[in-house]
Antibody
Framework: EVQLVESGGGLVQPGGSLRLSCAAS????????MIWVRQAPGKGLEWVAS????????YYVDSVKGRFTISRANAKNSLYLQMNSVRAEDTALYYC?????????????WGQGTLVTVSS | DIQMTQSPSTLSASVGDRVTITCRAS??????LAWYQQKPGKAPKLLIY???SLEIGVPSRFSGSGSGTEFTLTISSLQPDDFATYYC?????????FGQGTKLEIK
C-alpha cells in the first residue's frame, strides 16, 4: 500500500525557516517524481515544487523561487521542503504527492498534509 | 506559465442530475490534464488522468473529455458522495498548475 506521511509543520515567524519532510512507503521511491502542493485556508490547490527521480531536476512556482528548496534522500525514501524567509502568504496545508515514473504526470497518491502557519 | 480556468466556480445540483464542469487552458496542453475531487478536511483524490482515462476504483459515472485547451468533467448521475470540490490540473510542462476549483453543492 502506498503511503505518504508529511511532518515538520508548525508555527513559524515571518522571515523564519522550517523543514518539511515526507516519508514514503509502498512503492519504488527512487523511480518517481515527487511533488509538494499547498492549500491556503479556504483556498484552492497550488503546486509548489517538484523533483525528478534522482534529484537532478527541480522546479518551483515563481512565488517560492529562491526561498524554498526541494530535495530527496532516496536511501531513506524521503522527500523534503526547506522553507526559508517565510511570509504570511506561505501559511497553508502542505501536501506531498507522488508523480510519474520517469516522466511528468498526474499525482496519483497524496499524503494528509502538514500545516504551516506563519505568524508573529 | 499555463493558466487553468474552471467554470463554474460553484454548481448547485440534485442527486441524480447530470453535471458538467469545464476547464480551459491558456495554451494547448494536448491531453495532459487530470481531474481531482477534494472533500473537506481530506487530501485530493485523482479521478481522471490524460483527459479521459478513469483512475482505478473511480465510479464509471465520472468521465472526462477534451484536448488542446478545452476540457470537461461529467458526472452522469450525481450521488450523495459526489458533493465536493473538483480541480483540474495540467501537466503539459514541468511547471504544473491547477484550476481554481468548482464547488459542487446540494441544491
Amino acid at each position: 500500500e502506498v503511503q505518504l506521511v508529511e511532518s515538520g509543520g508548525g508555527l513559524v515567524q515571518p522571515g523564519g525557516s522550517l523543514r518539511l519532510s515526507c516519508a514514503a512507503s509502498g512503492f519504488t521511491f527512487n523511480s518517481c517524481w515527487m511533488i509538494w502542493v499547498r492549500q491556503a485556508p479556504g483556498k484552492g490547490l497550488e503546486w509548489v515544487a517538484s523533483i525528478n527521480e534522482d534529484g537532478s531536476e527541480k522546479y518551483y512556482v515563481d512565488s517560492v523561487k529562491g526561498r524554498f528548496t526541494i530535495s530527496r534522500a532516496n536511501a531513506k525514501n524521503s522527500l523534503y521542503l526547506q522553507m526559508n524567509s517565510v511570509r504570511a502568504e506561505d501559511t497553508a496545508l502542505y501536501y506531498c504527492a507522488r508523480g510519474g515514473y520517469g516522466e511528468v504526470s498526474e499525482f496519483d497518491y497524496w499524503g494528509q498534509g502538514t500545516l504551516v502557519t506563519v505568524s508573529s | 506559465d499555463i493558466q487553468m480556468t474552471q467554470s463554474p466556480s460553484t454548481l448547485s445540483a440534485s442527486v441524480g442530475d447530470r453535471v458538467t464542469i469545464t476547464c480551459r487552458a491558456s495554451q494547448s496542453i494536448s491531453s495532459w490534464l487530470a481531474w481531482y475531487q477534494q472533500k473537506p478536511g481530506k487530501a485530493p483524490k485523482l479521478l481522471i488522468y490524460k483527459a479521459s482515462s478513469l483512475e482505478i476504483g473511480v465510479p464509471s459515472r465520472f468521465s472526462g473529455s477534451g484536448s488542446g485547451t478545452e476540457f470537461t468533467l461529467t458526472i452522469s448521475s450525481l450521488q450523495p458522495d459526489d458533493f465536493a470540490t473538483y480541480y483540474c490540473q495540467q501537466y503539459s510542462s514541468s511547471l504544473y498548475s491547477f484550476g481554481q476549483g468548482t464547488k459542487l453543492e446540494i441544491k
